[in-house]
């Protein structure tokens, strides 16, 4: 005789019990969601049968609205297109020894480099402070790190 099952029945009765109210609750349920389903579909950019989160997104992200940015119209000037990087263009500079960044921007220019931005000290900055790339020397002058 399986004394195990005579054990565990009554308690598998229960949950058999439980899951058969469980499932009539689920399905009234399903039912209500339905018939809200139904009074809200009525509203523009609802679609039935989808949640109301859902869908107010997915309305929102088709509404053509105002961007972020340049306004219309205003465009961006024309970058410039130049052979060397603006790290070879100040390697370049500097072969001649440890300059400042003023004499690092005429040499960079005088090397033919075109810079696109307003104020193109902040371009060579970028460079002269990323680790590894230069070292900085008493006097304010900087020399390639390798």
């Given at each position: 005789m399986n004394t195990t099952s005579n054990r565990y029945s009554p308690f598998r009765a229960q949950l058999l019990v439980e899951k058969d109210t469980l499932a009539q609750r689920?399905?009234?349920i399903d039912e209500a969601?339905?018939?809200?389903?139904?009074?809200?579909?009525?509203?523009?950019?609802?679609?039935?049968?989808?949640p109301a989160s859902l869908s107010l997104k997915a309305t929102r992200a088709t509404t053509p609205g105002r961007r972020r940015g340049r306004p219309p119209g205003k465009r961006a000037g024309k970058r410039a297109r130049n052979e060397l990087?603006?790290?070879?263009?100040?390697?370049?500079?500097?072969?001649?020894?440890?300059l400042t960044?003023?004499?690092?921007?005429?040499?960079?220019?005088?090397?033919?480099?075109k810079f696109s931005a307003s104020n193109p000290m902040n371009s060579i900055n970028v460079l002269l402070y990323t680790?590894?790339?230069f070292k900085k020397l008493p006097g304010?002058?900087?020399?390639p790190a390798k």
């Open positions: 689920i399905h009234r969601l339905r018939a809200l389903d139904g009074l809200a579909g009525a509203r523009p950019g609802r679609k039935p049968g989808r990087s603006l790290r070879a263009a100040i390697l370049k500079a500097m072969g001649k020894g440890p960044k003023a004499e690092i921007l005429s040499g960079v220019q005088k090397e033919g480099y680790k590894g790339l304010k002058k900087f020399t």
